[in-house]
C-alpha cells in the first residue's frame, strides 16, 4: 500500500481481556517495528521483524506480549490478560531491508485498558 | 544498550526566533541520527536525517549538527512559524534497524 495502514485506530477494552493490533506495511518493506508512546512520553522499542522472524524482541515488556508476522507482511501485535498500564498508543513502522532510514510510521492504535 | 536523552522537554518561543533541541547518546558506535516531528493526534514523521560521517546537514529552514567526540547532537528551526509547533524526537542508530528515541520536546512556536 501508499502507507503504513494500522487498525483498529482506537481500541477500548476491559482489564483482562486479550487484544490484538494489526499492521500493514508498505509493500517492499521487509522490516517492520512496533514501538510504544504512553501519554507524553518518548517512542519505546518493543520489537523487529524482518521478514517472518523476530530477531530483536527485547523491548517487550511482559510475556503477556506477543507479536507474529505472516508471508513477510502484516504483523499482529498480541496483548493477553490486558493491564491498565498498557494503555498508550502502539505505533508500527517499517523500512527497507537494512536501513534504517526511510523508517515510515502508521497512524498508530490508541489503546485504552478500563 | 543506546541510551539517548533530550532537552529540553518542552520549549516555548516566539514567532521568528531560532530554536535549538539537543541529544546526547551513549554509544559511540551510533552511526545514524534521524530527527521525527509529530503533531498532535498524527504520527511521527522523518524531517532530516544525519550520519555520522557528516558534520552538519541543512534543508531550508532546518539543520541538524553533529558532534562525534561529545556524543551529540541538535536540530536548530530557524525562523520559526506556528505550524512548527509539535512533538520533535531525535534518535539513534547503531545497527541497520532499531532506532532508540529521545523522550521528545513539545515545541510552542507563539504568534
Known amino acids: 500500500g501508499a502507507g503504513v495502514s494500522q487498525s483498529p485506530s482506537n481500541k477500548v477494552t476491559e482489564k483482562g481481556k486479550d487484544v490484538e493490533l494489526r499492521c500493514d506495511p508498505i509493500?517492499?518493506?521487509?522490516?517492520l517495528y512496533w514501538y510504544r508512546q504512553s501519554l507524553g512520553q518518548g517512542l519505546e522499542f518493543l520489537i523487529y521483524f524482518q521478514g517472518n522472524s523476530a530477531p530483536d524482541k527485547s523491548g517487550l515488556p511482559s510475556d503477556r506480549f506477543s507479536a507474529e508476522r505472516t508471508g513477510g507482511s502484516v504483523s499482529t501485535l498480541t496483548i493477553q490478560r490486558t493491564q491498565q498500564e498498557d494503555s498508550a498508543v502502539y505505533l508500527c513502522?517499517?523500512?527497507?531491508?537494512?536501513?534504517?532510514?526511510?523508517?515510515?510510521f502508521g497512524s498508530g492504535t490508541r489503546l485504552t485498558v478500563v | 544498550g543506546e541510551n539517548v536523552e533530550q532537552h529540553p522537554s518542552t520549549l516555548s518561543v516566539q514567532e521568528g526566533d531560532s530554536a535549538v533541541i539537543k541529544c546526547t547518546y551513549s554509544d559511540s558506535a551510533s552511526n545514524y541520527f534521524p530527527w521525527y516531528k509529530q503533531e498532535l493526534g498524527k504520527r511521527p514523521q522523518l524531517i532530516i536525517d544525519i550520519r555520522s560521517n557528516v558534520g552538519e546537514k541543512k534543508d531550508q529552514r532546518i539543520a541538524v549538527t553533529l558532534n562525534k567526540t561529545a556524543k551529540h547532537f541538535s536540530l536548530h528551526i530557524t525562523e520559526t512559524q506556528p505550524e512548527d509547533s509539535a512533538v520533535y524526537f531525535c534518535a539513534a542508530s547503531t545497527s541497520s534497524y532499531k532506532l532508540i528515541f529521545g523522550s521528545g520536546t513539545r515545541l510552542l512556536v507563539r504568534p
Open positions: 513502522a517499517s523500512s527497507k531491508p537494512g536501513q534504517s532510514e526511510g523508517y515510515t
Open positions: 509493500s517492499g518493506h521487509t522490516a
